[in-house]
């Protein structure tokens, strides 16, 4: 482990695995669950939870075999170093990637709804910089800083429960219509929701409390799967899977359908932009921490800090040089795919090297 | 070598340059005795009365001259007394208003302490005023301060160590702790901060609070501060450590965190569903104060699609016709209300009340009249202004003052976009302070559910079962059982 951060407390560890999971794509992952599955794609959540849990027993089994060790340190000591080089550099570009996504999505919305005329180099400035000076720090601020956001998850929650002003059960039913390898694919497919699970096999060795990391984590999913749910069952309610796939931001255009008469702002879809866009700075900040940590742990001569540093400038071109939101959505089938490969094939040939050649670290 | 002549060579010349020092030969029984002291800072016919009559006493009816230890036994009126053997000590003492009397033979001075220097009287705090609890504050008199803490906490545990901070000023600084139940390692950081100054002179608690902080360039106080000798003891019993500096009526409190920025001992005195509406009011006032103005510049300025058609013409029209951009016309009204407020604050009592009344009516009035500002850009910084003292003590406004102007900023350069990042920026900042190893954020990060229980909502003391584990009390358990047996049954 990188021993130039402090170890975090459980309740730190939590917010570092929960508000990544909660803002990565809250906002427009109703799209694959309802084109995947239909009126009833909330049942598709499960699905993808029970996909996901592999990740985190793959996760535990590390974590207990290489204990306070990130995935930069025992992939090679599985490996060996060239493959594990490989793995790690896998590893890490996968990790660029889901950012990447995060930040298109966030530059998508901001030039959207809130800054029409600005430029997108404007706006891509204002977030490689925030974003950096939230992670220079180090994990533990970034992780106070993700708690302390805890109100806004709250808030989003709140909104999610009053669109249901408008639900309709109609638009939801009929249940199980769909034979079980439906809800089971549209949930493997729909996996990437949970791509940011793939912190697990790095930030377990930043926290104090080792034995509490696996229920964390699995709370931490558990949590966000039950909003998820929660929210497309509302989503589907009003909405239903035609109308819903239309929208750039299903999430969005639900919580815009909430009316309230005397309320002082016109849209109250702004809200939820702001409470989103607090938690994707805060999920941006911790991804940004744990990708700089795993290049600084790969080459040791970097500071994670000034990994950030360099980082600033990757984001801003790469952000630019993809101007159209409309082509990412394009692209997103490959990028759900590789995120499988990153978060349980690779992972999953570890664990089968690990087995095979008796690679396994320390005893549990 | 004797005492008096060491100090004679060594210390008295720099001394006699002083003019208000008092030089008295004394031959008692054929005894020369030398008194020295700073006339007015010792009371002179105590010194006479309860020092100088003992001994004269003493030497009618003896011929020799006393032993050592009984030279102090001889005046056990004096308020304070202590031996010096170091003519440098004695020197320190005199220029704090010790009396020093040595004797030819000896090897050692005696030292006496009557002070006769006026005391401010115990007044409520202007910055820190109460509805319901004690009316008293703390004074410049840091012996009477001590006091006024030691009278609400009578406890052996409570420890009061002392150390002298400025090379000139030889300010006395006073560290306040319960042994028991402040953590060991804030009580070592706080008298190792404290050791490592180097200073000519401290002339207020403000002085420490800026050397002996966490991060210096920092906004947000990192240390407490308060002239209520309640919220000290209240401290206290959290396991927390206080620092009284003689000369000011500002206590410091270490560590803080932002939970404090919002409470005030009254929420206790008042019962817990007025403590809690009471502490709603202040963080609402907090965050409009904060956010208000930046909040109108962003939807007028930036993102007027996001206000309702009929308060947008409103305020479009009440705006006709006004010279500046939206984000001057705030920042104009903003600092106006400020220079206004700054000065209404330095004025005497009831000029500064008038002052007020004129700026406030009438010159907002004509402002608005002339066409220079509008009135809504008026309401919204005069509200912010107002809100900003919505919270518990002065100190904290000023924080808030300052990142007020930069949401403005921010609102202006992006809209609600910018609030949003600038206000996101703010809270990254926050959360990297620590205060003396305690998060800035706690107990909301990292959360700490039993310390949040008494936070926004004012948790019934009946309830406050533990101390908050914030500060890392040596001894968590604050209360025992509340029940009042039988109580029901009589009702009944």
Same mark, same amino acid.
């Given at each position: 482990?990188?021993?130039?951060?402090?170890?975090?407390?459980?309740?730190?560890?939590?917010?570092?695995?929960?508000?990544?999971?909660?803002?990565?794509?809250?906002?427009?992952?109703?799209?694959?669950?309802?084109?995947?599955?239909?009126?009833?794609?909330?049942?598709?959540?499960?699905?993808?939870?029970?996909?996901?849990?592999?990740?985190?027993?793959?996760?535990?089994?590390?974590?207990?075999?290489?204990?306070?060790?990130?995935?930069?340190?025992?992939?090679?000591?599985?490996?060996?170093?060239?493959?594990?080089?490989?793995?790690?550099?896998?590893?890490?570009?996968?990790?660029?990637?889901?950012?990447?996504?995060?930040?298109?999505?966030?530059?998508?919305?901001?030039?959207?709804?809130?800054?029409?005329?600005?430029?997108?180099?404007?706006?891509? !400035?204002?977030?490689?910089?925030?974003?950096?000076?939230?992670?220079?720090?180090?994990?533990?601020?970034?992780?106070?800083?993700?708690?302390?956001?805890?109100?806004?998850?709250?808030?989003?929650?709140?909104? !999610?429960?009053?669109?249901?002003?408008?639900?309709?059960?109609?638009?939801?039913?009929?249940?199980?219509?769909?034979?079980?390898?439906?809800?089971?694919?549209?949930?493997?497919?729909?996996?990437?929701?949970?791509?940011?699970?793939?912190?697990?096999?790095?930030?377990?060795?930043?926290?104090?409390?080792?034995?509490?990391?696996?229920?964390?984590?699995?709370?931490?999913?558990?949590?966000?799967?039950?909003?998820?749910?929660?929210?497309?069952?509302?989503?589907?309610?009003?909405?239903?899977?035609?109308?819903?796939?239309?929208?750039?931001?299903?999430?969005?255009?639900?919580?815009?359908?909430?009316?309230?008469?005397?309320?002082?702002?016109?849209?109250?879809?702004?809200?939820? !932009?702001?409470?989103?866009?607090?938690?994707?700075?805060?999920?941006?900040?911790?991804?940004?921490?744990?990708?700089?940590?795993?290049?600084?742990?790969?080459?040791?001569?970097?500071?994670?800090?000034?990994?950030?540093?360099?980082?600033?400038?990757?984001?801003?071109?790469?952000?630019?040089?993809?101007?159209?939101?409309?082509?990412?959505?394009?692209?997103?089938?490959?990028?759900?795919?590789?995120?499988?490969?990153?978060?349980?094939?690779?992972?999953?040939?570890?664990?089968?090297?690990?087995?095979?050649?008796?690679?396994?670290?320390?005893?549990? | 070598?004797?005492?008096?002549?060491?100090?004679?060579?060594?210390?008295?010349?720099?001394?006699?340059?002083?003019?208000?020092?008092?030089?008295?030969?004394?031959?008692?029984?054929?005894?020369?005795?030398?008194?020295?002291?700073?006339?007015?800072?010792?009371?002179?016919?105590?010194?006479?009365?309860?020092?100088?009559?003992?001994?004269?006493?003493?030497?009618?009816?003896?011929?020799?001259?006393?032993?050592?230890?009984?030279?102090?036994?001889?005046?056990?009126?004096?308020?304070?007394?202590?031996?010096?053997?170091?003519?440098?000590?004695?020197?320190?003492?005199?220029?704090?208003?010790?009396?020093?009397?040595?004797?030819?033979?000896?090897?050692?001075?005696?030292?006496?302490?009557?002070?006769?220097?006026?005391?401010?009287?115990?007044?409520?705090?202007?910055?820190?005023?109460?509805?319901?609890?004690?009316?008293?504050?703390?004074?410049?008199?840091?012996?009477?301060?001590?006091?006024?803490?030691?009278?609400?906490?009578?406890?052996?545990?409570?420890?009061?160590?002392?150390?002298?901070?400025?090379?000139?000023?030889?300010?006395?600084?006073?560290?306040?702790?319960?042994?028991?139940?402040?953590?060991?390692?804030?009580?070592?950081?706080?008298?190792?901060?404290?050791?490592?100054?180097?200073?000519?002179?401290?002339?207020?608690?403000?002085?420490?609070?800026?050397?002996?902080?966490?991060?210096?360039?920092?906004?947000?106080?990192?240390?407490?501060?308060?002239?209520?000798?309640?919220?000290?003891?209240?401290?206290?019993?959290?396991?927390?450590?206080?620092?009284?500096?003689?000369?000011?009526?500002?206590?410091?409190?270490?560590?803080?965190?932002?939970?404090?920025?919002?409470?005030?001992?009254?929420?206790?005195?008042?019962?817990?569903?007025?403590?809690?509406?009471?502490?709603?009011?202040?963080?609402?006032?907090?965050?409009?104060?904060?956010?208000?103005?930046?909040?109108?510049?962003?939807?007028?300025?930036?993102?007027?699609?996001?206000?309702?058609?009929?308060?947008?013409?409103?305020?479009?029209?009440?705006?006709?016709?006004?010279?500046?951009?939206?984000?001057?016309?705030?920042?104009?009204?903003?600092?106006?209300?400020?220079?206004?407020?700054?000065?209404?604050?330095?004025?005497?009592?009831?000029?500064?009340?008038?002052?007020?009344?004129?700026?406030?009516?009438?010159?907002?009035?004509?402002?608005?009249?002339?066409?220079?500002?509008?009135?809504?850009?008026?309401?919204?910084?005069?509200?912010?202004?107002?809100?900003? /003292?919505?919270?518990?003590?002065?100190?904290?406004?000023?924080?808030?003052?300052?990142?007020? /102007?930069?949401?403005?900023?921010?609102?202006?350069?992006?809209?609600?976009?910018?609030?949003?990042?600038?206000?996101?920026?703010?809270?990254?900042?926050?959360?990297?302070?620590?205060?003396?190893?305690?998060?800035?954020?706690?107990?909301?990060?990292?959360?700490?559910?039993?310390?949040?229980?008494?936070?926004?909502?004012?948790?019934?003391?009946?309830?406050?079962?533990?101390?908050?584990?914030?500060?890392?009390?040596?001894?968590?358990?604050?209360?025992?059982?509340?029940?009042?047996?039988?109580?029901?049954?009589?009702?009944?």
């Amino acid at each position: 482990m990188n021993e130039e951060h402090p170890q975090v407390s459980p309740s730190l560890y939590f917010f570092l695995i929960f508000t990544p999971l909660m803002s990565f794509t809250l906002l427009c992952y109703p799209i694959t669950f309802a084109q995947s599955i239909g009126t009833d794609s909330y049942l598709g959540i499960p699905a993808a939870l029970l996909f996901a849990l592999p990740a985190i027993l793959l996760g535990r089994y590390f974590e207990r075999r290489f204990s306070g060790k990130t995935v930069i340190e025992y992939a090679p000591l599985i490996l060996g170093k060239f493959f594990g080089l490989i793995y790690n550099l896998v590893y890490l570009i996968f990790l660029f990637i889901i950012l990447f996504v995060l930040f298109r999505e966030l530059t998508g919305l901001v030039n959207h709804f809130l800054l029409l005329h600005t430029p997108l180099w404007a706006v891509t !400035i204002l977030i490689a910089g925030s974003v950096a000076y939230l992670s220079f720090y180090g994990l533990s601020s970034t992780a106070r800083l993700a708690t302390f956001l805890l109100p806004a998850g709250i808030f989003i929650f709140f909104m !999610i429960g009053l669109g249901f002003q408008n639900w309709s059960i109609q638009n939801a039913v009929p249940l199980l219509k769909q034979p079980v390898s439906t809800y089971l694919f549209g949930g493997f497919k729909s996996l990437y929701i949970f791509f940011p699970l793939i912190l697990i096999y790095q930030a377990p060795a930043f926290s104090a409390e080792k034995r509490k990391n696996t229920p964390l984590t699995l709370a931490a999913l558990v949590l966000t799967g039950a909003i998820y749910f929660f929210n497309l069952l509302g989503i589907m309610g009003v909405f239903g899977p035609e109308n819903c796939i239309r929208y750039n931001w299903p999430t969005l255009e639900y919580v815009r359908t909430i009316n309230f008469p005397y309320l002082l702002l016109d849209q109250i879809g702004l809200t939820l !932009i702001i409470a989103w866009l607090v938690l994707a700075y805060a999920t941006g900040a911790i991804l940004t921490f744990f990708l700089s940590s795993g290049i600084s742990q790969l080459w040791q001569k970097l500071s994670f800090k000034k990994v950030i540093l360099l980082l600033v400038p990757v984001y801003f071109f790469s952000l630019i040089s993809f101007p159209s939101y409309d082509l990412l959505r394009d692209l997103f089938g490959y990028f759900q795919y590789a995120g499988l490969t990153v978060l349980l094939g690779l992972p999953a040939l570890l664990w089968l090297v690990s087995l095979i050649t008796g690679r396994r670290g320390g005893s549990i | 070598m004797p005492f008096k002549k060491d100090f004679e060579e060594r210390s008295l010349p720099a001394l006699q340059s002083l003019w208000d020092l008092v030089e008295k030969d004394i031959i008692l029984n054929q005894i020369e005795l030398k008194l020295l002291y700073i006339k007015g800072l010792v009371k002179g016919a105590d010194l006479t009365e309860f020092v100088l009559s003992p001994l004269e006493r003493y030497f009618q009816t003896h011929t020799g001259l006393p032993q050592n230890s009984d030279w102090l036994k001889l005046i056990p009126s004096a308020s304070e007394t202590k031996v010096f053997t170091a003519p440098e000590e004695a020197t320190s003492a005199i220029l704090a208003g010790w009396s020093i009397l040595m004797a030819e033979s000896f090897d050692f001075a005696l030292g006496f302490f009557i002070p006769d220097w006026s005391v401010r009287q115990l007044t409520e705090p202007d910055s820190e005023r109460m509805v319901r609890g004690p009316r008293e504050g703390f004074t410049e008199d840091l012996q009477g301060n001590i006091v006024l803490v030691r009278r609400w906490i009578k406890d052996p545990q409570l420890r009061v160590t002392g150390m002298t901070i400025g090379l000139r000023t030889k300010t006395p600084v006073v560290t306040m702790y319960l042994e028991d139940l402040a953590s060991r390692q804030l009580v070592t950081e706080v008298r190792r901060r404290l050791e490592a100054i180097e200073i000519d002179g401290v002339l207020e608690s403000g002085y420490l609070e800026e050397l002996i902080t966490d991060r210096r360039l920092t906004i947000f106080p990192l240390i407490q501060s308060t002239e209520r000798p309640d919220k000290v003891s209240a401290a206290l019993l959290e396991g927390r450590v206080a620092i009284l500096v003689d000369k000011s009526p500002f206590a410091l409190i270490a560590p803080v965190t932002v939970n404090e920025l919002y409470q005030t001992p009254e929420d206790y005195y008042l019962g817990y569903w007025l403590g809690t509406l009471l502490r709603g009011i202040r963080l609402l006032g907090n965050n409009l104060a904060v956010t208000l103005p930046g909040l109108y510049v962003a939807l007028i300025g930036v993102n007027q699609e996001l206000l309702p058609t009929r308060l947008l013409l409103t305020v479009a029209g009440l705006r006709a016709g006004i010279p500046f951009p939206i984000v001057i016309e705030v920042l104009l009204t903003s600092f106006a209300v400020e220079i206004f407020n700054e000065t209404g604050l330095r004025l005497p009592g009831p000029l500064g009340g008038s002052i007020g009344v004129v700026v406030g009516v009438v010159l907002g009035f004509t402002a608005v009249q002339a066409g220079f500002i509008s009135s809504p850009t008026l309401v919204i910084a005069v509200s912010s202004t107002i809100a900003l /003292y919505s919270g518990p003590n002065f100190s904290v406004s000023i924080a808030w003052r300052i990142l007020k /102007y930069f949401l403005i900023i921010g609102a202006a350069l992006f809209g609600i976009y910018g609030l949003v990042i600038f206000g996101v920026l703010i809270l990254a900042h926050a959360a990297t302070l620590q205060s003396f190893g305690t998060s800035y954020l706690a107990p909301w990060a990292p959360l700490q559910l039993d310390a949040l229980s008494d936070g926004p909502v004012r948790k019934p003391l009946w309830l406050r079962k533990k101390r908050p584990v914030t500060y890392r009390p040596e001894d968590l358990s604050r209360q025992g059982t509340t029940k009042q047996e039988g109580r029901n049954k009589k009702n009944e």
